[in-house]
């Protein structure tokens, strides 16, 4: 299963004002084999442009969509691609294409119905798990993947360590993750997954993407970038 990450950033990120910073992050996006797309947001066609990619949405047969916030959901997006948003009931598995795809509750409660995602390959049986934007797991999300094994788990990580944030970590740990929050979470997940990455990060909150990435490799972590391409 082949996992593009087209966006990495949370909803601080501005196409408008950023777009020449080095360490810029599009809002949270991925594409999975070519032909699933998950949060159609606004940045995906300056993606395909800035990286030199050619009709790279040609092959996608579907769309899901974690949550309706701007940063996730883009109406003129799905319009664009000519096709309909895969609706997901939850705790039922979907055959949606190629895949099996599980919705899970997310704890980020100023969004209309939150999920996170189970996705499996129907073929390979590769599974991976998409937790971005929400704090913590919920209990019944939490007691659901106890039972699974996974081949990647993807984790939000809006908010960087206490170092980053002076010591004091604000409101934001109540709908999404500090480091220590992920660390606490990987952990917790270690009997179930032995790779573990995570995106989604605020450009206020944080240290460098190197600086970043050395920090979290220490806990056995990796860190998601745009146009980043992982094989699972």
């Not at 949405?57 to 319009?79: A, G």
């Not at 004091?168 to 220590?180: A, G, K």
């Not at 990435?213 to 806990?219: A, D, F, P, R």
Request: charged share 25%; glycine share 6%; proline share 3%.
């Amino acid at each position: 299963m082949k996992i593009h990450f087209l966006g990495t950033g949370a909803a601080d990120w501005n196409i408008e004002k950023d777009i020449d910073n080095p360490e810029y992050r599009r809002n949270s996006s991925i594409l999975i084999n070519d032909t699933l797309l998950v949060d159609p947001g606004s940045c995906i066609f300056e993606f395909e442009q800035a990286f030199g990619y050619k009709n790279l949405y040609k092959d996608v047969k579907n769309i899901v969509c974690t949550h309706k916030h701007s940063d996730h959901f883009s109406p003129e997006t799905v319009e664009k691609l000519g096709l309909e948003l895969t609706e997901l009931n939850l705790f039922e598995p979907t055959e949606v294409g190629a895949f099996i795809i599980t919705a899970l509750p997310a704890n980020h409660k100023t969004a209309d119905d939150p999920r996170h995602l189970i996705i499996e390959e129907k073929a390979s049986g590769k599974r991976f798990f998409y937790g971005l934007d929400g704090a913590w797991l919920t209990y019944e999300t939490a007691k659901h993947l106890r039972k699974l094994n996974f081949d990647l788990m993807l984790f939000d990580a809006t908010l960087g360590s206490k170092e980053d944030l002076g010591g004091i970590l604000d409101y934001r740990i109540f709908e999404h993750n500090s480091l220590e929050m992920v660390e606490l979470l990987c952990n917790t997940f270690k009997n179930n997954c032995s790779l573990f990455y995570i995106s989604h990060m605020a450009k206020t909150l944080h240290r460098s993407h190197k600086e970043l990435t050395e920090y979290m490799m220490l806990k056995g972590i990796n860190v998601a970038y745009d146009n980043h391409i992982v094989e699972i």
